[in-house]
């Protein structure tokens, strides 16, 4: 699905990203962890064509990424942290907007909107200011746009973050329904136990170096209950400070 080789990205003096490998396989929930600034933003936005690499190579769907940006979009999607659409515009006012942008027409149009709608359980705010929402109903909405076209590749980047923990679950439980349905999922969050809850494999990343890529289920070392995932990446992080 993805394949990531020796993905090096600079800011001027600054290496965000340092020979960076991955593989990740199709139909899998991938938490991505590690501290502020260590890289995943970088990582996350070059796999998405938002910003260019300075060496390596990086294939998605089996596409060299440089030359078959347009393509790998149509069939992946970003789900940011910041809400990506208009308050002064309705829920339904929204997802037709967006999937406008997406050229989506005709009997397709409305499969997705009404797809969207009920995966995240839109139904009885369609006429509502999406300035009016709550913070967990804006990220629903959040999530509902990045759905319109149906995607094979999903990135969400802290989901869940300032969203009481019923919303929260709420959410998670959306997710996974993704999983099911044979989506591929990146999933970025500082949340240890939303990780432990809905990812398969977990990769943490350091001063722009994966330093573990493991399934969580070894990770995790089940046999042992005192082991968690926030304990095994702070000893992780800080050996390597």
């Given at each position: 699905?993805?394949?990531?080789?020796?993905?090096?990205?600079?800011?001027?003096?600054?290496?965000?990203?340092?020979?960076?490998?991955?593989?990740?396989?199709?139909?899998?929930?991938?938490?991505?962890?590690?501290?502020?600034?260590?890289?995943?933003?970088?990582?996350?936005?070059?796999?998405?064509?938002?910003?260019?690499?300075?060496?390596?190579?990086?294939?998605?769907?089996?596409?060299?990424?440089?030359?078959?940006?347009?393509?790998?979009?149509?069939?992946?999607?970003?789900?940011?942290?910041?809400?990506?659409?208009?308050?002064?515009?309705?829920?339904?006012?929204?997802?037709?907007?967006?999937?406008?942008?997406?050229?989506?027409?005709?009997?397709?149009?409305?499969?997705?909107?009404?797809?969207?709608?009920?995966?995240?359980?839109?139904?009885?705010?369609?006429?509502?200011?999406?300035?009016?929402?709550s913070g967990g109903q804006k990220q629903r909405l959040n999530i509902a746009i990045g759905l319109l076209n149906d995607p094979e590749l999903l990135y969400f980047d802290e989901p869940t973050a300032g969203i009481d923990p019923e919303l929260r679950n709420n959410i998670l439980d959306t997710i996974l329904s993704f999983?099911?349905?044979?989506?591929?999922?990146?999933?970025?969050?500082?949340?240890?136990?939303?990780?432990?809850?809905?990812?398969?494999?977990?990769?943490?990343?350091?001063?722009?170096?994966?330093?573990?890529?493991?399934?969580?289920?070894?990770?995790?070392?089940?046999?042992?209950?005192?082991?968690?995932?926030?304990?095994?990446?702070?000893?992780?992080?800080?050996?390597?400070?």
């Amino acid at each position: 699905m993805i394949s990531v080789n020796n993905l090096s990205k600079r800011y001027k003096a600054h290496t965000a990203l340092d020979h960076v490998n991955l593989e990740v396989k199709q139909g899998i929930i991938l938490g991505l962890l590690g501290p502020n600034g260590a890289g995943k933003t970088s990582l996350v936005s070059i796999l998405n064509g938002l910003v260019p690499y300075n060496e390596g190579n990086v294939s998605i769907f089996g596409l060299p990424l440089k030359e078959n940006q347009k393509e790998i979009r149509s069939r992946s999607s970003f789900i940011p942290q910041a809400f990506a659409f208009y308050e002064n515009l309705t829920v339904m006012e929204n997802l037709q907007f967006f999937a406008g942008i997406q050229r989506i027409t005709g009997s397709e149009l409305q499969q997705a909107i009404d797809s969207a709608i009920a995966t995240n359980r839109l139904q009885t705010m369609l006429n509502k200011r999406a300035l009016s929402l709550s913070g967990g109903q804006k990220q629903r909405l959040n999530i509902a746009i990045g759905l319109l076209n149906d995607p094979e590749l999903l990135y969400f980047d802290e989901p869940t973050a300032g969203i009481d923990p019923e919303l929260r679950n709420n959410i998670l439980d959306t997710i996974l329904s993704f999983k099911d349905s044979g989506k591929t999922i990146i999933y970025t969050s500082h949340y240890m136990q939303e990780i432990e809850q809905i990812c398969d494999e977990a990769v943490i990343i350091h001063h722009g170096k994966i330093i573990c890529h493991k399934p969580l289920a070894a990770l995790l070392q089940e046999n042992d209950p005192q082991i968690t995932l926030e304990s095994i990446y702070l000893s992780l992080t800080a050996g390597q400070d």
